[in-house]
């Protein structure tokens, strides 16, 4: 039986965006394929909020991520860290052999603006890594508030880790400064996991160009030089497959509204939120919960894994907690394509489950 999927990433995709995947071949060097692509990166661009360039690369976020760290830090990089993916980023400067440093706090907190503007005024730094929204810990950063420090330093480039908060929540490129915003197919834009999407600007272009160790595959001023002079074509053969099913899944997207989509997200946040409170509690600072992950306080000890075996027979599937939070916690995903009749489906499942009424 298939179980839907209420993990976050990969999450439950719709059925007629799974078919888009089957549409038959083309030549990834074809006009149809530029035109495909070039279709994406307008419609990207709607949902990013940018007017600037979109790079779209065949590997999961990760690797744009890397591709960013490598890519824009010429003196240090600065990388703040709330929890598991963060913590991902600094490791990723650290074994490519570029200079950062690692700001972190407890699981369950967020960064404020203040430990930003501390790093950097001391100069030491020209990019920095945020985390938007840290999906071990269901927290949401600040974002705004952590831009306005930012803009006071006009040399650092600014990067952010969005996969698992793009196309769930706003987040505003260009007003917020964002130089990379990353994200992932398998998460809020609702697609299997196999493409990775960022904003690129002109000031993280010309930091770039100033670069000599970029790597190859995932070299961004590559893709980006690539796409100009190729009408949107990718320099290695990209999945056309994804393609097709992100064109189709941002038409979806648009038709919907982007603010009909974030307010669908929030008011799904808020009621997994209220049943938390009424049944565990919440885990983390209650000023900076996600809006599409929400991480449980398993109050009661139960056994998180016994709770998804049953609702496995059910045809569900919630995540565990992160990491050294396992059983701590557990996380229930709200993105992408659910709906609040989703969610009161499977909250009334593991009420049953559990014997909570
Ligand atoms: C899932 C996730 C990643 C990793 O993305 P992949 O597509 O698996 O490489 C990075 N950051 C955050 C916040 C995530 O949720």
């Given at each position: 039986m298939h179980k839907k999927l209420f993990i976050p990433g990969p999450v439950e995709v719709r059925k007629d965006v799974l078919e888009k995947m089957a549409t038959p071949m083309i030549g990834h060097r074809s006009k149809d394929a530029s035109a495909l692509q070039r279709g994406i990166s307008d419609k990207l661009r709607k949902v990013f909020y940018t007017k600037e360039e979109i790079l779209l690369s065949t590997s999961s976020g990760s690797g744009l991520m890397e591709g960013a760290i490598r890519c824009t830090t010429k003196k240090r990089a600065a990388v703040f860290s709330i929890g598991a993916f963060g913590k991902r980023w600094y490791e990723m400067a650290k074994f490519n052999n570029v200079p950062a440093d690692l700001f972190a706090v407890e699981m369950g907190e967020a960064i404020t603006p203040e430990m930003v503007d501390d790093a950097l005024s001391t100069g030491k730094y020209d990019s920095i890594f945020v985390t938007h929204n840290e999906t071990s810990t269901g927290i949401m950063n600040p974002i705004e508030e952590i831009a306005e420090v930012v803009k006071?330093?006009?040399?650092v480039v600014f990067c952010i880790d969005?996969?698992?908060?793009a196309a769930g929540s706003k987040i505003e490129v260009d007003k917020l400064g964002i130089d990379i915003c990353v994200t992932s197919s398998?998460?809020?834009?609702?697609l299997p996991p196999g493409l990775a999407i960022c904003t690129f600007s002109k000031k993280a272009l010309e930091r770039a160009k100033t670069?000599?160790?970029?790597?190859?595959?995932?070299d961004l001023l590559q893709l980006y030089n690539f796409i100009q002079k190729k009408d949107y074509q990718y320099p290695s053969t990209p999945s056309i497959s994804h393609m097709y099913a992100l064109d189709y899944a941002l038409d979806l997207m648009l038709e919907e509204g982007l603010d009909n989509r974030f307010n669908r997200h929030i008011e799904m946040a808020k009621y997994v939120r209220a049943w938390a409170k009424k049944y565990f509690d919440l885990f983390g600072d209650e000023k900076h919960l996600s809006n599409t992950v929400t991480a449980i306080k398993n109050t009661r000890g139960i056994s998180v894994a016994d709770l998804n075996k049953e609702l496995g027979k059910r045809g569900f599937a919630i995540s565990n907690g992160y990491g050294d939070l396992k059983e701590k916690t557990f996380r229930i995903a709200h993105m992408a394509e659910m709906t609040l009749d989703d969610i009161k489906e499977l909250l009334e499942n593991i009420e049953d489950i559990l014997n909570l009424k």
């Open positions: 006071k330093y006009p040399e969005a996969v698992s908060s398998q998460k809020a834009i609702g670069i000599e160790f970029r790597g190859y595959y995932l």
